[in-house]
């Protein structure tokens, strides 16, 4: 293709994209050399690619972009592992410590575990022989009234008899030291403690509706409360004396 | 393709282009914040669509959403207001900066003649390729640009001491 003034432009722009032979290159320089008042527009077309090549500046917006997966969603929480900590430590102090919610199952696990030593339980005045450890009495401590509170009604009437039962065996002979079967020691076991849970609970709600009255009358059997002195009201005699009359004549 | 490698993905995707787009978006709409709102956008359509998107093409895929969504903010502004402002070019006679003055003229280019050079000049994309991009054939995005460099070219003849 020929090039002349009025392809010119059009030349010289696929000139610098790069679009020509270098046939079509050569023409092009031809031209220009032949006719110098394009060699301005040749060198203008020559800078207005001055751009290509730059490099992007830096919009500091990779660090929002970037994904970290679900870490990011952990970061989001961080904060509140303090707060955990402490709602644990809340929790653990003022409902585990002060109503100890043990479980019943590992109670009797732990009775069950250790019925070969043989203790003694006091119940209501009478002694009742039972075989457990020491370790069976500390649940005792920490096992619930609630957890046994179905327990205790179901079986509290089974407890004087289970207590007569074995006293009437034992004869009151060394206090009833006897090793019985684990499933009837664990039932004896069992019953002890629910008596004693019901006597707790018992002394608890007692303590509860007596609240001041009883605090009171605890004292008194203690120490005799001291006898208040009547105050005698002062009698006002009604009679009047001879001398009022001479002292008040107008009455 | 795995979570993990989904996401290492778009992560380098995001550390080969992300400055790239926001300078297309940048030059295309003369405002730097809302480019970088664009490109912000742009990134988490890619993350959105991570699953569906083949990373082989992401450059591709990055920057013809960045052009759609400048068109879109383009046609909302000028549904906004009548008038287009753009940025007057600044003649700075003492210390002439040849790359600011093309930015500067990039002001008076249509914005589908900017487009076509800015993914050309900056991004070395082909006709064709700027073509699938825009929605255009391949001879209209080379009359397009040959239109865009010849208006660059006159405003730097304009200024005669760059010469």
């Not at chain 1, 679900?70 to 509140?80: A, C, G, I, P, T």
Request: neutral net charge.
């Amino acid at each position: 293709m020929k090039i002349h003034k009025e392809n010119i432009e059009e030349f010289m722009f696929d000139y610098f994209e790069g679009n020509l032979s270098d046939a079509d290159k050569q023409q092009v320089l031809d031209f220009v050399h032949e006719y110098p008042e394009y060699e301005k527009d040749f060198v203008l077309w020559a800078k207005s690619y001055a751009h290509i090549g730059e490099p992007a500046p830096n919009y500091n917006l990779t660090n929002g972009l970037i994904q970290h997966g679900n870490k990011v969603q952990l970061q989001k929480y961080y904060w509140s592992a303090p707060v955990l900590i402490l709602a644990a430590l809340s929790f653990w102090w003022f409902g585990y410590r002060q109503e100890p919610n043990h479980d019943s199952k590992t109670a009797k696990y732990e009775v069950l575990k250790s019925n070969s030593v043989p203790t003694q339980v006091h119940k209501g005045g009478s002694s009742i022989q039972a075989s457990s450890s020491p370790i069976s009495q500390k649940h005792k401590e920490e096992t619930t009234i609630e957890s046994k509170a179905n327990t205790i009604e179901g079986l509290s009437p089974s407890v004087s008899e289970t207590a007569k039962m074995h006293k009437d065996q034992n004869n009151g002979e060394s206090q009833g030291h006897e090793h019985a079967e684990p499933l009837v020691q664990h039932k004896l076991q069992d019953t002890v403690e629910i008596s004693n849970r019901k006597e707790t609970r018992i002394d608890h709600t007692q303590s509860v509706t007596d609240s001041m009255s009883s605090s009171k009358s605890i004292s008194s059997e203690k120490e005799p409360a001291p006898v208040k002195k009547k105050k005698k009201r002062n009698s006002i005699d009604l009679n009047t004396s001879p001398k009022f009359i001479e002292q008040n004549p107008n009455f | 393709m795995s979570k993990q490698e989904l996401l290492n993905l778009y992560n380098q995707a995001v550390r080969d282009y992300d400055n790239r787009v926001c300078r297309f978006a940048d030059k295309l709409l003369m405002d730097r914040t809302s480019a970088k709102d664009i490109t912000q956008e742009a990134f988490m359509k890619l993350w959105q669509h991570k699953e569906a998107i083949d990373f082989a093409k992401v450059k591709s895929w990055l920057f013809t959403t960045t052009y759609r969504l400048c068109m879109d903010h383009i046609g909302r502004k000028n549904r906004n207001s009548d008038t287009v402002y753009l940025e007057e070019p600044s003649y700075e006679l003492e210390s002439p900066d040849l790359k600011k003055i093309i930015h500067d003229a990039l002001a008076l280019l249509n914005e589908t003649q900017r487009s076509i050079l800015l993914l050309k000049d900056y991004e070395g994309y082909s006709y064709a390729e700027i073509g699938e991009m825009i929605q255009l054939n391949d001879s209209q995005v080379k009359v397009y640009l040959f239109r865009a460099r010849q208006k660059i070219k006159e405003h730097i003849g304009d200024l005669k001491f760059v010469i």
